[in-house]
Every structure is written in C-alpha cells, then in structure tokens.
C-alpha cells in the first residue's frame, strides 16, 4: 500500500503578517479517514491548503511519506494526491462530464488520447456520486448540493491514494451528507485511500472517521481516536462549548449534545 501519511513538524501558516497557526506538530495516518474540527477560524481550511501545497509555510515544514511536500515533482504529486477546495470555480457553460473529466488531467500528456481507463475512472466516479444521469448537464443549471457532488466525482475521478476535501458536505441535506461520508468511508475501507476532510458535524465527524484533529484559538487540542478527542473537557477548550458526551446509541461512537 502506497504510504500517504501526512506530517506537520513545527508547522507556522498565516497571510502577511496574519499568524493562523503557529508551532503545529501533527500527523495524519496513512489509509485512514480523518477529520480536521474546530471553531470558524481557527485555521482548518489554512492547514488543509498546507497539506495540498497550495500554500507555503511560513515556518516549519510539510511531508507526504517522511518527503518535504514542495521539494515533489509537481505532477507526480498531483497523481498522489486530490484536493477539493471550499469553494471552487468552473468555467461557465462547462458540463458535468466535462468536469469530472478534468479529474484525468495528471494521468495524460497534453495531446495523450482519452483511454478506456480514463473513461472507466470518469463513470465510476459519476456512478459513485449518483450523477451518471447528469453528466450532460451545464453545471451551473445544478443545485448546489448536486453541483457539490460533481466536484466530489472530479476528486475521485482522480483516482489518487488520498483525498483532501474541504467541507465536503457543504450545501448537502442530511441524508446526502451521510451518502457523502458513506462513500468516502467506503473509499477508504475497499481501496485503502486516504481521507483528510475539514468538517463541521462533530457527530458525523464521530461516526465516519478514524482519526480526528481538533484546533482551537491557540492550535491543536487533541488529535487520536473519535473517543480520546470529543470529550467534554476538549469541546470547551476549543469551542467554549458546554457538552455531554455519551456513546451514541446506534453505532457506539461519541455523540455530543450540547448543553
């Protein structure tokens, strides 16, 4: 199995002079499922555009696999890993189909003709995400949670061994958030493919991952297993949130419920 296990050693990131995170130390388990929480702000979205190398440090550093993330070849690291942004951007007019299939881009040369693979992966990743029936639709004529769906098949039309997604149920009722983290979970557990996602859902959060990352104002919290990170003592630290925290009675996991 591919090792795609992503560290941050004495990790500083901001904007400027804007410090969002400062001395972060963490790492993220190769061919699990993970989830970064914490409060609006307090730097998920920063840290998972580190990860990606959409960003440099501003001190410390990134690894994929013990390597420094910005010393990889550009397009070796894009077969490695995908990211999904919080807010992406389509050319206007574009279809689903064309979309996803933008998803092959690292695994083609620039004038490379579009192979059974290539059209396999796209139909696969359309069929996972429920949108084979819409891959001829302009994306903008989409709802936001089907159009949130034809960004995730992009990711997974990729076919790379992990998954940065940020806030992938964003614009998602509950019963497609669910399908969403079910499929990424699914992902995981059949193809060994690495999962980080920012999440909201503390309890979705519980139920879907393995592995959980909690920041606060001041940085990481704690981070480990679902029940050694959502205790109540943690959800004050980092959200000044009142909380019991009992198993949840269907599935075993933390359940919290605010008081």
Same mark, same amino acid.
């Given at each position: 199995?591919?090792?795609?296990?992503?560290?941050?050693?004495?990790?500083?990131?901001?904007?400027?002079?804007?410090?969002?995170?400062?001395?972060?130390?963490?790492?993220?388990?190769?061919?699990?499922?993970? =989830? /970064?929480?914490?409060?609006?702000?307090?730097?998920?979205?920063?840290?998972?555009?580190?990860?990606?190398?959409? /960003?440099?440090?501003?001190?410390?550093? +990134?690894?994929?696999?013990?390597?420094?993330?910005? #010393?990889?070849?550009?397009? $070796?690291?894009?077969?490695?890993?995908? /990211?999904?942004?919080?807010?992406?951007? *389509?050319?206007?007019? /574009?279809?689903?189909?064309?979309?996803?299939?933008?998803?092959? &881009?690292?695994? #083609?040369? @620039?004038?490379?003709?579009? %192979?059974?693979?290539?059209?396999?992966?796209?139909? =696969?990743?359309?069929?996972?995400?429920?949108?084979?029936?819409? *891959?001829?639709?302009? @994306? &903008?004529?989409?709802?936001?949670?089907?159009?949130?769906?034809?960004?995730? *098949?992009?990711?997974? =039309?990729?076919?790379?061994?992990?998954?940065?997604?940020?806030?992938?149920?964003?614009?998602?009722?509950?019963?497609?958030?669910?399908? +969403?983290?079910?499929?990424? #979970?699914? #992902?995981?557990?059949? *193809?060994?493919? %690495?999962?980080?996602?920012?999440?909201?859902?503390?309890?979705? &959060? &519980?139920?879907?991952?393995?592995?959980? +990352? @909690?920041?606060?104002?001041?940085? $990481?919290? $704690?981070?480990?297993?679902?029940?050694?990170?959502? %205790? =109540?003592?943690?959800?004050?630290?980092?959200?000044?949130?009142?909380?019991?925290?009992?198993?949840?009675?269907?599935?075993?996991?933390?359940?919290?419920?605010?008081?």
């Amino acid at each position: 199995m591919i090792d795609t296990t992503l560290s941050a050693d004495r990790l500083t990131l901001g904007y400027g002079d804007r410090h969002v995170l400062e001395d972060l130390s963490l790492t993220l388990p190769s061919g699990r499922v993970t =989830a /970064i929480l914490g409060p609006n702000g307090c730097g998920k979205s920063t840290l998972l555009k580190a990860f990606a190398r959409l /960003i440099r440090p501003l001190a410390g550093r +990134v690894t994929l696999a013990g390597r420094d993330l910005h #010393r990889q070849d550009t397009k $070796a690291l894009a077969r490695r890993l995908a /990211i999904l942004p919080q807010a992406p951007l *389509a050319p206007d007019g /574009i279809t689903v189909g064309d979309l996803v299939k933008r998803g092959r &881009a690292p695994w #083609r040369g @620039l004038l490379s003709p579009w %192979t059974r693979a290539d059209v396999e992966a796209c139909a =696969a990743a359309l069929e996972a995400v429920a949108m084979k029936g819409l *891959a001829d639709r302009p @994306l &903008a004529e989409l709802s936001g949670g089907q159009r949130q769906r034809a960004w995730l *098949a992009l990711v997974l =039309a990729q076919a790379t061994p992990l998954l940065l997604l940020d806030e992938p149920t964003t614009f998602l009722d509950l019963p497609h958030q669910i399908e +969403v983290l079910s499929l990424l #979970r699914r #992902r995981n557990r059949d *193809a060994g493919t %690495t999962v980080v996602s920012v999440l909201h859902d503390l309890n979705l &959060a &519980a139920r879907f991952c393995d592995h959980l +990352v @909690l920041l606060g104002s001041d940085g $990481a919290v $704690a981070q480990g297993a679902p029940d050694a990170v959502l %205790t =109540a003592e943690h959800l004050d630290q980092a959200f000044g949130l009142r909380a019991l925290v009992q198993p949840d009675p269907v599935t075993g996991t933390p359940l919290v419920i605010p008081l």
